[in-house]
């Protein structure tokens, strides 16, 4: 399909493989843990589950601090044959706004291209490359962001394309934090000249600033509002209000500790201005989603922003009393968050596409995975294995900052089983009861539907409170992806019952109950 490809004819094709993804979405009324595909009347789920890395969209990434003299691309075929053989369904597309920063502490460069400007002026900027023209838009970055979200949907997976990335202005490492965005006075010809993430993502901003960034956000939807497989996402951990200690400042290479301010009130703006373009143009409306913000001044209310936002969908941060006073769960021997661990289950507010990347960076496994699903959200693998490529010659092999590409591949084939699971189901008639569970892990539709995870290392019998109702059984082995049935069973009476998994090994199972309709 090219840019002036009609999808119309695709847009609510259901979803199967080599088909479209079909949309577009809306938070389902039946269940708005969930999203469905509009014209479907909420008769079925759309769960959302993958890997992602910060170079999905951009060229530019690779180890060591420095640009390199031709941006280094990524095989973006090869990432969508990866998330198919795992059976992923869900990119989160990166924007990276600088064309020259680091990440990793310095151990990886990202000197992003294209950009939505072009480069065209006869001076420099400080890379040595011409600046940016502002006021014009550059046709190879839109061109790409539409072919990379059709080629995505082609294979079935929906995809979140980000309008801004508020992490890189305030927490990677100065001064390319600022210097190396094009809004820096030295790199552009437009008279526009931010000095800290305060002049670019809290309100008030420069009327010229704001003006540059709403011509932007309306560039994209035109881009790619047809598309049926189309997310919103406004920006990756923007200031929340809070502030960091001396050492965590001097560690990013400020002197002093710096004022980030709150963006609060602009990422609303932003959702704001998103909604009416999509409403004054016609355009079928697309998901736009929230994501936690960094430092806040308390942590534990470090979601309440996200909650009592206009998105439709939210990636919430961590929020433990553990973590407070600047304590956090990447700390070395630090107990990880509730989100990773123990989430809480989702109470319908929002749709919550739980990324690791908010809460857990560098960690992700099977159990993971489950637990999420099984808590009623959508879990996402910020998927640092996949930083060197998706297809490393030794799958064991790390270097400094990056794990090795074996590390997330049990958390990868569990995201693809939930999946599998979430569309076996009748998802939208159920919600997460770990009530009705000795393990706490359960999604369910009493007396229709069951899915349980019993975590264990061991042997142990756990219950489940049925139903009356003859259900059949289906046992899968989450460690070692092994299915088994078991003779139907038939339950006269309300109550617990209990159940041995039936694996030679030791491990964590998952039961699947449904009943039979007669």
């Not at 934090?177 to 526009?192: A, K, T």
Request: proline share 8%.
């Amino acid at each position: 399909m090219t840019k002036n490809d009609n999808p119309q004819t695709i847009l609510h094709s259901p979803k199967r493989t080599n088909e479209f993804a079909a949309g577009p979405l809306i938070v389902s009324a039946t269940n708005p843990r969930y999203f469905t595909v509009a014209s479907d009347a909420d008769q079925k789920a759309i769960y959302l589950t993958g890997s992602h890395i910060w170079n999905n969209f951009h060229d530019g990434m690779g180890p060591g601090p420095d640009c390199t003299e031709t941006s280094e691309e990524i095989d973006y075929d090869a990432y969508l044959q990866f998330l198919k053989e795992h059976n992923h369904n869900f990119i989160r597309l990166w924007r990276w706004e600088q064309f020259k920063s680091q990440a990793a502490g310095g151990s990886f460069h990202l000197c992003m291209s294209p950009q939505p400007w072009p480069r065209t002026s006869a001076r420099n900027a400080r890379d040595g490359k011409p600046k940016f023209d502002l006021d014009s838009f550059d046709p190879a970055y839109f061109d790409r962001l539409r072919e990379r979200v059709i080629s995505a949907g082609r294979e079935g997976i929906y995809v979140a394309v980000m309008f801004f990335d508020g992490w890189a202005l305030h927490l990677s490492p100065a001064p390319d934090n600022v210097e190396g965005h094009p809004f820096f006075s030295e790199n552009n010809i437009s008279d526009v000249a931010i000095k800290s993430i305060l002049d670019y993502q809290v309100l008030p901003l420069d009327p010229r600033v704001q003006a540059l960034q709403e011509a932007y956000i309306y560039k994209v939807i035109d881009t790619v509002h047809d598309l049926p497989n189309v997310l919103y996402e406004i920006a990756n951990e923007s200031s929340g209000g809070g502030t960091v200690d001396q050492n965590f400042a001097q560690m990013m290479g400020f002197s002093n500790v710096p004022d980030w301010g709150d963006s609060t009130e602009w990422q609303y703006w932003v959702i704001d201005v998103v909604k009416k373009y999509e409403q004054e143009k016609g355009y079928d409306t697309h998901p736009i989603g929230m994501t936690m913000q960094f430092p806040v001044v308390n942590q534990t209310k470090v979601n309440d922003p996200l909650f009592n936002s206009p998105a439709d969908w939210i990636s919430p941060g961590y929020d433990d009393e553990i973590f407070t006073e600047g304590r956090h769960p990447m700390a070395p021997d630090s107990p990880p968050s509730r989100w990773y661990d123990n989430p809480p289950s989702s109470d319908g507010r929002k749709v919550i596409i739980t990324d690791t990347d908010h809460y857990a960076p560098g960690k992700g496994d099977a159990l993971w995975a489950w637990k999420s699903f099984l808590r009623g959200h959508h879990p996402i693998l910020m998927d640092f294995g996949i930083i060197a490529g998706v297809n490393p010659s030794d799958l064991a092999a790390g270097s400094p900052g990056v794990p090795p590409y074996a590390a997330f591949e049990a958390a990868r084939h569990a995201m693809g089983d939930t999946l599998r699971y979430a569309e076996k189901m009748d998802l939208i008639q159920m919600e997460p009861r770990g009530d009705l569970a000795s393990s706490g892990f359960a999604l369910a539709n009493p007396g229709k539907e069951y899915l349980v995870l019993q975590q264990s290392d061991t042997s142990d019998s756990f219950t489940v409170t049925l139903k009356p109702g003859t259900y059949t059984v289906e046992w899968f082995s989450v460690e070692y992806r092994e299915t088994t049935s078991a003779e139907t069973m038939m339950i006269k009476n309300d109550g617990d019952v209990r159940f041995l998994t039936p694996f030679a090994k030791a491990g964590s199972a998952v039961l699947y109950l449904k009943k039979i309709e007669r």
